[in-house]
């Protein structure tokens, strides 16, 4: 697709059900992130993948968060038993890192907001 | 660990003066440096990017200015526009062996700016 389309863009979910968020990155961008921004804060590194390699899961909080990517293309993310500390936007961004000289630019989807009550 | 602050948590200028963004970070091994800036509701678009071997990288009404001694870098908006309002945000990576930034983007908390007319 023409940018980064994640779903659903809202998400209101009771403490201690499974979420799940998905993310098309642009087609060909072989590097896709997971990122979350809480209330007020910066955006935090969860999830990183890069063609077959294993991801980078060093940011992932807790077991409760996990994320897969079927396909090298549509990524889920996905909460287990969600409490209130877990709302925030959720955000997905993918890359074509050519692998020519010069900075590895993200591009954004407009986010996931999840909130859990 | 915050490796990369924002200490301005907003900015307000007035049109048509300089914007001035600042960025501190601690880790020397970043070698890519890059601003994005995020309108509510929407997920950060990419603005500009310097690597560590210059000081300087400018883009039309954009300026990055690299410190590597003080670990500090700039964004410079000349001249400023009410539509500039947004959340800017730093971000620093590091490279490969191939000089070109890789994996995950490690972000600052964010600068509200507003420009008023």
């Known amino acids: 697709g023409a940018g980064v389309s994640q779903s659903p863009s809202n998400k209101v979910t009771e403490k201690g059900k499974d979420v799940e968020l998905r993310c098309d990155p642009i087609?060909?961008?072989?590097?896709l992130y997971w990122y979350r921004q809480s209330l007020g804060q910066g955006l935090e590194f969860l999830i990183y993948f890069q063609g077959n390699s294993a991801p980078d899961k060093s940011g992932l909080p807790s077991d409760r968060f996990s994320a897969e990517r079927t396909g090298g293309s549509v990524s889920t993310l996905t909460i287990q038993r969600t409490q209130q500390e877990d709302s925030a936007v959720y955000l997905c961004?993918?890359?074509?890192?050519?692998?020519?000289?010069?900075?590895?630019?993200?591009?954004f989807g407009a986010g996931s907001r999840l909130t859990v009550l | 660990d915050q490796q990369v602050k924002q200490n301005s948590p907003s900015l307000s200028v007035q049109e048509g003066r300089i914007s001035i963004l600042n960025c501190d970070y601690t880790n020397s091994m970043f070698d890519y440096f890059l601003w994005y800036k995020k309108y509510p509701a929407e997920g950060p678009t990419f603005l500009i990017s310097?690597?560590?071997?210059?000081d300087k990288n400018e883009d039309g009404r954009f300026t990055v200015f690299l410190n590597k001694s003080a670990k500090h870098l700039s964004l410079h908006i000349v001249p400023s526009q009410p539509g500039d309002s947004a959340v800017y945000f730093c971000?620093?990576?590091?490279?490969?062996?191939?000089?070109?930034?890789?994996?995950?983007?490690?972000f600052g908390q964010g600068t509200i700016l507003t420009v008023h007319p």
């Open positions: 310097i690597s560590s071997i210059k």
């Open positions: 961004a993918s890359s074509s890192r050519s692998g020519i000289g010069g900075a590895n630019v993200l591009t």
């Open positions: 971000a620093a990576s590091f490279s490969n062996a191939g000089g070109t930034s890789y994996g995950k983007l490690t």
């Open positions: 087609s060909g961008h072989t590097a």
